[in-house]
């Protein structure tokens, strides 16, 4: 399992192609999407391409049960949430999980949303600026499955899906909305528009893994006047799955 590598775009961390990839205001690589419409957050990060090994370890804990996968799942968070660090402010971030409708957590048995994020917070500094708020979000209504269904068909499940059931916690900060995998963005961008209503100032994504585009090998910037260019690699080293459950 590695970690994203190559360019992707700087706001909602799609690959990019060198047919629509843009610098945008700060020259950074954007998508053509967000550089026509900016996502309701101000950035999303995710550690791997969800497929394969990855993919396989999120359904181990999602449908299987096998809940010791939250602490491997929870490191690769730890990771994505540290690409944010430089843009995060200095001051208390509040990290919320997406939560399940309580039909589908009696049915689980858990959040494997909060379970990775409460992994994650683990491994970071007892004096930290990020604090976990796992009550903030509630899922109002039961939505049918998003597999299969369209970006405008998934806005469309979601809306109205979520609530704010703690303003308090949120209104005057920032905050970091936390998740397995990004799809189409569709959830987190319901979630973050709920949030901001609520009073956030600004929302930030991170999830283990991303739906990306077809690998590309090479990504040319286009700039605008007076940006300049930049390729927003990441890399890490593979977790070989069979050994990284066993921890």
Not at 90 to 103: G, Q
Not at 106 to 113: E, I, M, T, V
Not at 176 to 192: F, I, K, P, Q, R
Request: charged content about 25%; glycine content about 8%.
């Amino acid at each position: 399992m590695h970690a994203i590598s190559g360019g992707v775009c700087a706001i909602c961390g799609e690959r990019l192609f060198s047919s629509y990839a843009v610098a945008g205001a700060a020259g950074e690589p954007r998508c053509g999407l967000c550089r026509r419409i900016h996502p309701p957050f101000a950035r999303a990060v995710a550690y791997g391409s969800y497929e394969s090994g990855l993919r396989e370890l999120i359904h181990l804990l999602k449908y299987g049960g096998v809940r010791p996968a939250a602490n491997v799942l929870g490191r690769m968070l730890a990771e994505a949430i540290a690409m944010l660090e430089p843009e995060l402010p200095a001051d208390s971030v509040a990290v919320v999980p997406v939560p399940l409708h309580r039909t589908k957590l009696r049915q689980r048995g858990f959040n494997q949303a909060d379970l990775i994020a409460r992994a994650a917070m683990k491994m970071r500094p007892r004096a930290d600026r990020l604090h976990l708020c796992a009550g903030v979000l509630e899922r109002k209504r039961d939505t049918a499955s998003q597999i299969g269904l369209t970006g405008h068909q998934r806005r469309e499940n979601l809306k109205g899906a979520f609530s704010v059931a703690q303003p308090e916690l949120v209104k005057g900060r920032e905050v970091l909305v936390v998740d397995d995998v990004y799809t189409t963005g569709a959830t987190v961008s319901e979630c973050t528009r709920v949030l901001r209503r609520a009073g956030a100032t600004k929302v930030w994504v991170a999830t283990v893994a991303r739906t990306l585009k077809i690998s590309a090998q090479h990504v040319d910037i286009r700039r605008d006047a007076d940006d300049s260019q930049t390729d927003g690699r990441i890399g890490a080293e593979p977790v070989p799955l069979a050994k990284a459950v066993g921890t």
